[in-house]
């Protein structure tokens, strides 16, 4: 686990998501805290009750300006990996810290199932797998509405911002059957989406599974050339499917 509210360099899945998604190398992340509420089924994070979230011994705002002040040189931070920064309870820490990092001039990711912040030039990024609302009350059950989600990526366009989409991890049809092609219609108009496999769950293992993904990945990556969105399916995913690294 990292150092809560203070910058570390991420490692494997996480890496590579900041990589792909600030688009440069030297890269970084901060946990505004630890835990999460949302109660999503294939969240990594281990599901907490308010109470039991972890919080920084400080303001993540003051521990990174200090690192920064020390001589910490980044080309970009993700917040954050180890909860959705924009819970209630970690709000005001997630934008006091990104004010902080844009006072810097320093690129900032988020990532969140809430919304987004109203901060300019971020990159605000969501969480949707699915227009189903269906989906989100099984799999996501404290986590905002899709309809809310998809409505806050069309006013960061109309605003101007960028506005990123995280489809990972995507269900294959054992798990949750879903029109594919309806649901990237949906979010058609952000700027990037990344997209990953199914994890922790058998069922996303199988040759059944394989074989979904093997067709699905050529489907996803031609349908952001046609709209012209940026993309990027994980190594993990391309690997599972045999394919070559993106």
């Not at 899945?13 to 998604?21: D, G, N, R, S």
């Not at 988020?110 to 949707?128: E, F, H, Q």
Request: net charge positive.
């Amino acid at each position: 686990m990292s150092k809560l509210g203070m910058l570390y360099r991420p490692s494997g899945l996480a890496l590579e998501t900041a990589h792909a998604v600030l688009e440069a190398e030297n890269v970084h992340a901060c946990n505004v805290a630890w835990g999460c509420t949302n109660r999503c089924k294939n969240c990594f994070i281990r599901w907490s009750k308010p109470g039991q979230i972890r919080f920084p011994k400080d303001q993540p705002r003051h521990m990174v300006e200090k690192q920064l002040d020390g001589g910490l040189k980044t080309d970009g931070v993700f917040v954050s990996f180890e909860t959705d920064p924009l819970l209630a309870c970690n709000f005001t820490n997630a934008v006091q810290l990104v004010n902080l990092l844009r006072e810097k001039k320093i690129p900032v990711a988020m990532l969140s199932k809430m919304g987004a912040v109203d901060i300019p030039n971020i990159r605000n990024g969501i969480t949707i797998k699915s227009s189903d609302e269906r989906f989100r009350k099984e799999f996501e059950p404290n986590a905002s509405s899709i309809a809310h989600r998809i409505k806050v990526l069309r006013m960061l366009k109309n605003n101007g911002e960028y506005a990123w989409v995280s489809d990972e991890p995507h269900p294959c049809p054992d798990i949750y059957k879903q029109d594919d092609r309806a649901f990237w219609e949906s979010i058609s108009f952000v700027d990037f989406i990344i997209f990953g496999k199914w994890n922790y769950n058998s069922l996303a293992s199988t040759d059944k599974a394989r074989d979904y993904y093997k067709s699905t990945v050529p489907r996803f990556i031609d349908f952001c050339k046609d709209y012209g969105i940026h993309c990027h399916v994980k190594a993990e995913t391309m690997k599972f499917i045999g394919g070559k690294k993106w």
